[in-house]
């Protein structure tokens, strides 16, 4: 049996943020970079209920992970100014 795949539009949507690829491209821009220290689920623009979503999904290694993992890694790398798609 194969592993549920999600996208990062269906992360955001399961964290109740606005899911387009316009709206995560502004949520990455304005939240990054994270500190090297700090982990994903701790940081401040998280509710208590997105945090220990993340925190549960991330140790749980859920099918959740990957894509929780992805975000991770936006929020960590310096976005490029006026970067265009």
Known sequence: MQKPTHSLPSLFKQLGL???P??????????SPLKPDLKLEDAF???PAQAA???????E????AEVV????????TKPIAGKQK
């Open 18 to 20: 606005p899911s387009s």
């Open 22 to 31: 316009e709206d995560i491209e502004k949520f990455v821009t304005t939240h």
């Open 45 to 47: 623009f998280w509710t």
């Open 53 to 59: 979503f993340l925190r549960e999904e991330h140790l």
């Open 61 to 64: 290694d859920a099918d959740w």
């Open 69 to 76: 993992d992805q975000l991770n890694l936006m929020l960590r």
